[in-house]
Each structure stands twice: as structure tokens, then as C-alpha cells.
């Protein structure tokens, strides 16, 4: 209780007109220090479309080799007034430099005249880089020149976009182009198998009637063999009429007119079959013919033209064979007359059976003849059926590979997806940005402002212990000179500066809550933990102030420096240097920054404990520190006689 009554005979001493205001000023100077730079610096990136920033495009648009027109300067330009990430004011040349140098504009972004033509080269064997400059004057502002490296990063995403979608747009241009003319090529592949189906049937037919051709022949040669036997037999007929003739010329005769007659028959069928034969032949040199003009690629195959020579060199043969045959029968005829005029004249016919020798012996070895002729003919017919069968197996090889080769191209052009104008501009926007980035936060800050209140609440905090005992007295000078305990004295010194502190806490709390937007988690576990870290401060200061006087508040700006470097409050501390790094958990606000990240966005409850305990050790352990100072002060040395160091 004597320490309660001490703490508030201090604040009596404030009375008067204006001394009654002072315990009111030291509660709003957290207020003033940390709510006011709060409050001007609380969402500074979401105002950033305030900021002038000139925007320069001569770009000129250009067409790819594949006809597609590309206007990306045109598209960047849309893309970032749309983002309204900056105020961004489109402008010539000499307005953004002049600009730029009167701090008109904090920064200039300059789109070349070769943009769009260098994008377009993408789809070539060559592509060229497009480029964008940004120009900064640090004159006007450093933070603004900072804040390009946002702006820089995605300007280069809305360029990587834009360039990767053009270059998707004529890749699949290209796939599409690729895909018309496997189509045209696999028409042209069916139109091959059609024809070599009809090449295989004629090759077929040609070899049918070669077949057909070669037994005709055979039979041709075997009719002229018989001929040649029924000559031979009417010759030695007409020899034994010619020495009968005077005895038996009567019987002689008619035997003769039956052997002519028979003759006539032979030579009539011999005849009828040369006919078969000429037709045969002259059938497969038309079913040729035709093959050929369907095909004309048919003229150049060796074994096709072999098989053209052939049937034409067969058709020769079956033609004189038939005229041969026609002359043997008309001539038979002609005996079958004489023998018949014979019987009607016995006198006259036996000097007409001499005479009927003669064409008999022309008959047997025209027949001979022909029968030559025919076993000719009948060879060349086989080596011909040979030809036709090699001309059927090349024209089965060739439907096979024009089958396989139309199968190939229709799944080639199957792979390649025939895409339409909505799903090509699809395709291209996905591709165009392949991944997209999703961010997550555990426990977020929000805005610029709540991330970095807690290391200015700890700043707005030691600066009013700094303040307090300027205007508090550190010890109450009758109490030190009295009986009263030396922790009572220190304790009765700390409290009005705690409670003050505490207040002033809970009103900069209070108002940037209110005001600004603050929202923590846990608003109890903040505003608790700010009554401790006053507290905390306050003990920390009033320990400097009774232990070394005015020094002492020189020795708490310079703690107050050095925590602005070394809490982490700002950087992650990896990215100081090592000494900063060594005294940073040797710092209480170092644990207040910690503690009020946790209750205002949240994490882990370990953290807050041992954030809490280490300042309330500090609290204790800085009250003892006092408390020692302050049995200290009780004896009076030559030294404490000299006046103090005054600020």
C-alpha cells in the first residue's frame, strides 16, 4: 500500500492550469508516435494508382510469316491501364522525359518502335527477344523506384502471356495448315488404293485371258497336227485313185469326195478356231491398252511393257495363222469341189486328182505350219501368263503400300486436333500461361499497415518510457531519505509510469483498432499484451533513469536505436548482419514485435507464451536492477554531490 500512495502523491504533484494536462500528454504520446505514422503509411500499395507514371508506346504493329497480325504494343498498353496498378498516363516521348526530370512522373515505361516485330518472329527458326524499358529517378523518390520491381515483374508475366499466346496462335495456325494438307494427301492416298484395286483387277483380267489365249493355242496346234494327218491320208488317197482310176474310179472317187469333204470340215473348224485365237489375242491387247491409259505410270513398269510386246507379237502370229487357215480351207473346198466334179466326169477327174496333189501337199505343210506356228505362239502366250501374273503380284505389292500409306496419313491427321476459333483462343490463353500460382497464407497481415503495427507499437511504447521520466521523478526523494524499503521506493517510482504507459497503450490500441481497421485475432491477448510490454518498457527506463540519471535517458535512445535494427520488425533477420542477428533475442521488443504478431494475424501459442514470460522477466528483473539502485543511492558519496547532467 505505501508504494500505491507513493505512485499517487507523484501524480498529485501535477496541478495547476497546465500541469494537470502533463499525466494527459504522456498518455497520448504512444498515440501520437505510432497511430499518426500508422495512419499515413497504413495501405501505402493500395494507393499506389495515385502515383503518375508515363506510359510511352511506339510500337508498330507487324504480321508473322503465317498472316497473323500482332499488335502487342496496343495490348500491354490496355493490359496495364486495366490493372490500375499505377495512374498511368499515355504520352509521347519528350512528355515523359521532361516529366520524368520535373518529377511530374516517378517513373517512365517505354515500349519500342520493334516490339510487335520482334514478337512476331516467334514461330520462326530465329526468334528475336522483344524488350521494354523502364527508366527511374531516384530523385523523385526511392520507394516509388522500388516499387517497380512490382510493376517490372508483372509487366513480364502480361509480356511472357501475351508473347506465348501469340506464338501458340500461329503454332496451331501451322498444325492447321499441316492438317488441310494431310487431308488433301490422304485423299490422294485413297485415289491411289482406288487405282491400284483397278490395276489389280486388270492385271487379274490380263492374266485370265492369257490363260484363255494359251489353251486356245494349244488346241490350234493340235487341230493343225490333225489337218496335216487328214492331208497326208487325202494325198495317199488320191495316189491309190490315181492308180485305180482305170478299174476303180467310180469308188475311188466317191472315197474322195468323202476325204475333201472331211478335209473341208477340218480345215472350216481349224479356221473357226484361228478366229477364237485372233479375237483372244486381240482382247488382251485391248484389255493392255486400256490398263495402260488408266495408268499411264503402267508405261514405265519393264514387265508390264514385256507383257504389251507379247500379246502384241501373239496377236501377229494368231493373224497370219488365221489367213493361213482360211487360204488351207478355202483351198479344201476347192478340192471338195473337184472331187465332186469328178464323179460327173471319171475322165476328166482322174487328171484332176493329179492335179488336186499338189494344193494337198500345200494343205499338209501349210498345216505343219501352223502347227508350228501355234507351239510358238502357245510359248509366247506362257511367258505372257508369267508377265501378267508378275504384273498381278506388283499391282497386290502396290495396293498393299497405298492402303498402308492412306492408313498413316489419316492417323496422322487424327493426332493433329482440328481446333475451332473458341477452342484455339482457349488453347492459346492456357498456354499462354501454362501454371497458374495459387497463394495461400497461413496467417495474414492484410494490408501494409497491420503487418508492421507491431513493431511500431513497441517503438510507440519505448518512446514513452523514454519520455516519462522526463517529466516523472524517477524516486521519491523523501521515501529514499526515509525508512521506506528500497523495492517500495522502486516500485512506488515504477507504477505511475507503468499505469500512464498502460493507458496510453490501450488508447493507441484503441483508436488504430477503431479507426484504421486493426482487427486482431485475439484482441484481449493484444490489448493485455500491450499493458505488459508498457509495463515492461517503462521498468526497463525508469531503471536507466534512477541508475544514471539524465545518462541513463541517453542509454535508453540508444536501446531504442538499436531495436529498430535488431527486433525484426521490418526484415526477416537473416538478412541483417551477424551482430544484429547475436543481440536480437537479448532485446525486449524483439518479443513484444514477436507476441503481437501472434494475437493481431495469428500463430503459433508457444510463441506468445514465451513472448509473454521473457517480458515479464525483463519487467522483474529490471525492478530489481532499481530497487538496487535505489539502496545504492541511500549513501551519500562526494560524487553524488556534483550537480546532474541536465538535458
Known sequence: MTAIRLALLELRRFRGPLRRWVPLLLCLIPLLYGAMYLWANWDPYGRTDRIPVALVNLDRPADTRQGQRVDAGAQVVERLKASRDFDWQLVDEAQARSGLRSGRYYFTVDIPADFSGRLATGPD???????????????????????????????????????????VRGLYGQLTDIRAELGSAADGAQALVDATTVAQQGSSAAADATSTLRDGSAQLADGARRISQATAQVDRATAALDRAAARQLPAAAGALVSAANLAAQGLDAVHSGTGQVRQGTAAAVADLDQLAAAHPELREDPVFRRAVRDAGAVDAVAGQLDGRAATAADRAHQVLQQATDLQGSATALQQQIRDAQTPLALIDSGAQSLAGGADTVTAGLTTLQQGSGALRTAADQAHSGAARLSGLIDDGRKQIPALSDDQLAQAAQVLGTPVRIDRSNLHPAGVYGRGLAPFFFGIALWVFGLFAYLLLRPVNLRALAGRTRAATVAVAGWLPGAGLGVIGALVLYGVVDLT?????????ATALLLALGAAAFVAIDHCLRTAFGTVGDVLSLVLLILQLTASGGLYPMQTTPAFFQAVHSLLPMSYLVDGLRVTISGGLGSHLLRDVLTLAGFGLAF?????????????????????????
Open 516 to 524: 484504421l481497421g486493426l482487427h486482431p485475432i485475439h484482441p484481449v
Open 125 to 167: 527458326t530465329q526468334p528475336q527477344q522483344a524488350a521494354i524499358h523502364i527508366e527511374l529517378n531516384d530523385a523523385n523518390n526511392y520507394i516509388a523506384g522500388l516499387m517497380t520491381e512490382v510493376v517490372q515483374s508483372k509487366l513480364q508475366d502480361q509480356v511472357d502471356s501475351a508473347a506465348h499466346e501469340a506464338y
Open 623 to 647: 525492478l530489481t536492477l532499481t530497487a538496487l539502485a535505489v539502496r545504492r543511492q541511500r549513501v551519500w558519496t562526494v560524487a553524488r554531490l556534483h550537480p546532474d547532467v541536465a538535458l
